[in-house]
């Protein structure tokens, strides 16, 4: 049974900095491109950030871009993405995602005040 629990969200101050995590079961991360995806109040769900099997190859919204750093850890069967430099903008639940699996777990709540 397919499974992803993402953690690490919270409430943080313009400026800091989050990790989040996502624990993969059911399946081998290795074998599926990962990505993140965020969900403002009011708002469609946007891609944030996507990387390969691998791992070689990491791509962002313009939004996240040098802010955002996607990672993975296949040994652990785990997905993260640590960020920096919030803004407000960035309020929003953060979902990950194996690429080419239609599964979506619970999301991280992440809000940044101002």
């Known amino acids: 049974q397919v499974q992803l629990t993402e953690s690490g969200g919270g409430l943080v101050q313009t400026g800091g900095s989050l990790r989040l995590s996502c624990a993969a079961s059911?399946?081998?991360?290795?074998?599926?491109?990962m990505t993140w995806y965020r969900q403002a109040p009011g708002k469609e769900r946007e891609l944030v950030a996507t990387i390969t099997r691998a791992g070689s190859i990491t791509n962002y919204a313009d939004s996240v871009k040098g802010r955002f750093t996607i990672s993975r850890d296949n040994g652990k069967n785990t997905l993260y993405l640590q960020m920096t430099n919030l803004k407000p903008e960035d309020t929003a639940a953060y979902y990950c995602?194996?690429?080419?699996?239609?599964?979506w777990g619970q999301g991280t709540q992440v809000t940044v005040s101002s």
């Open positions: 059911g399946f081998s991360v290795r074998m599926y491109a």
């Open positions: 995602k194996a690429r080419d699996i239609e599964y």
